[in-house]
T-cell receptor, first 118, second 113 residues
């Protein structure tokens, strides 16, 4: 079963507008972490923002904010004032325990391709 | 500057050949990871290592091998047993249990001739 679901294969937004990228997750752990990464065409994965399951406040990092709704198991990324350089793939990921239970790994969604139009 | 380096940027493999992808970090991180990315897909974990001289299989370890003889280095060998090796390979690291976020290198693109 898919642990991280990103339902939007592609999104378009006008420059300077805000956009929301959706992410839902599935876990039975009480303690977990949620991440968003940006992957431009060069391929490198760039860390954007992190939300811990016990954090009561939504995480924010500059123009990025994470809309964390724990009961709905959603962790949507909001990008405000979009810029042309925001055009990239965006991946949602969740920290979860490995099969042996003694370590942690990241599980990634399939990503959303964001295109910012001038 | 601290960071993670991967080499080569592009790698070509002939049928039946083993190839090794390099990953080096100077961040003093304990934990290192290898991921595979196929077109239009997310990342899948191949192997990971929490400390030197120890490593664990991830979700898709078959056809791959690793070593962790030094803290800074975590090379990945794609063996001839990996029948579909064409993919983008990403290395990552973090401080381990004390840190959540993984930081990634620039990646190696492997192509089969």
């Amino acid at each position: 079963a898919q642990k991280i679901t990103q339902t939007q294969p592609g999104m378009f937004v006008q420059e300077k507008e805000a956009v929301t990228l959706d992410c839902t997750y599935d876990t039975s752990d009480q303690s977990y972490g949620l991440f968003w990464y940006k992957q431009p065409s060069s391929g490198e994965m760039i860390f954007l923002i992190y939300q811990g399951s016990y954090d009561e406040q939504n995480a924010t990092e500059g123009r990025y904010s994470l809309n964390f709704q724990k009961a709905r198991k959603s962790a949507n990324l909001v990008i405000s004032a979009s810029q042309l350089g925001d055009s990239a793939m965006y991946f949602c990921a969740m920290r979860e325990r490995t099969s042996g239970g003694s370590n942690y790994k990241l599980t990634f969604g399939k990503g959303t391709l964001l295109t910012v139009n001038p | 500057d601290g960071g993670i380096t991967q080499s080569p940027k592009y790698l070509f493999r002939k049928e039946g050949q083993n190839v090794t992808l390099s990953c080096e970090q100077n961040l003093n991180h304990d934990a290192m990871y290898w991921y595979r990315q196929d077109p239009g897909q997310g990342l899948r974990l191949i192997y990971y290592s929490q400390i030197v001289n120890d490593f664990q299989k991830g979700d898709i370890a078959e056809g791959y091998s690793v070593s962790r003889e030094k803290k800074e280095s975590f090379p990945l060998t794609v063996t001839s047993a990996q029948k579909n090796p064409t993919a983008f390979y990403l290395c990552a690291s973090n401080r381990g249990f004390s840190e959540e976020t993984q930081y990634f290198g620039p990646g190696t693109r492997l192509l089969v001739l």
